[in-house]
């Protein structure tokens, strides 16, 4: 199985569980923890990065000391938060939610947006009385220049989240995303939202961040 993030979660947990555990704990074993978080890095392109950045300020302005001080990291790992609750609660909406489904849709929001060939298969009429299936391939919008942020995560999520994207892989074998994409699409598909209806977004940010 490929690794579903550079840390490879799954296969770190798993030669945990079921490494020789020692008799009597030492002192080394006994500080030998896993730190709490993980650092990983995500994709944007440079609007998406500056615009994240003016709607923080805004944030900061609106709500004041209504939130904890915050940034783009914030707001990426609330949204990755939201995620996961929706696959822990089975749930979107009140709507039960179909892992096959998401995994369709998140691989192909990831291929539109990220600009790889897209092919496609028409029925095509050779004659009156023949047809034909045929593939097309076409080039989706041209690849804009990434950037990339080092974001942290609790450690416990990260690892929920591989196992979430390795649930899709079984359910639907021709899926394959990494946690580090999951997070830059669900940025990039956030950042999509605050451009068409930033007052909507800001209203909506300011209630979670404040249950938090």
């Known amino acids: 199985m490929r690794p579903l993030s550079k840390l490879n979660l799954i296969q770190d947990r798993l030669t945990e569980l079921f490494s020789p555990k ?7 074993s006994r500080n030998k923890r896993k730190p709490e978080t993980v ?5 944007g392109t440079k609007d998406e990065f500056y615009r994240a950045d003016v709607l923080v300020d805004d944030l900061c302005e609106v709500a ?5 001080p915050f940034g783009i990291d914030t707001i990426i790992a609330l949204l990755y938060k939201q995620f996961l609750q929706h696959i822990v609660e089975g749930q979107v ?6 892992l096959y489904k998401l995994a369709q849709d998140l691989q192909a929001a990831h291929t539109a947006y990220r600009g790889h060939t897209i092919t496609t298969q028409e029925l095509r009429q050779q004659s009156e009385n023949h047809w034909s299936l045929q593939e097309r391939t076409q080039k989706a919008a041209a690849r804009p220049k990434y950037y990339e942020m080092q974001i942290t995560l609790n450690r416990r999520d990260a690892f929920r989240g591989e196992v979430a994207l390795e649930d899709m892989q079984h359910i639907d074998p021709s899926f394959h995303m990494t946690l580090e994409q999951l997070l830059s699409l669900l940025f990039a598909q956030f950042m999509g939202m605050v451009r068409t209806n930033q007052k ?3 209203d909506e940010l300011i209630a979670s961040l404040s249950e938090e």
Do not use: C
């Not at 909406?93 to 179909?98: A, E, Q, S």
């Open 22 to 28: 020692p008799q009597q704990p030492t002192f080394f």
């Open 39 to 43: 650092q990983l890095r995500i994709r």
């Open 64 to 68: 004041g000391e209504f939130v904890a």
């Open 93 to 98: 909406k009140g709507k039960p939610l179909d």
């Open 200 to 202: 909507v977004v800001l």
